[in-house]
């Protein structure tokens, strides 16, 4: 599940969220959450937008990535 999310490259929290996520409900619905709470095209997988995107979102520092958190959860 890990690997598959991506997991190492996803900062705090975010990293957890979409591993448990990933176990509970399936990896590509955890990437897709993630993708909608981010505002980039759903797709179900990581490809360099999401991971762009993701990026930013960790260079906004720590509110930034707990409100990602926040829309990754509701």
Known sequence: YWNVVEGDAAPAPIDTILFDTGVLMGT???IRFLQSALGVGV???IGPITRGALGNAANGGAARLLSLATRMLN
């Open 28 to 30: 590509g619905r955890a």
């Open 43 to 45: 797709d179900g997988d």
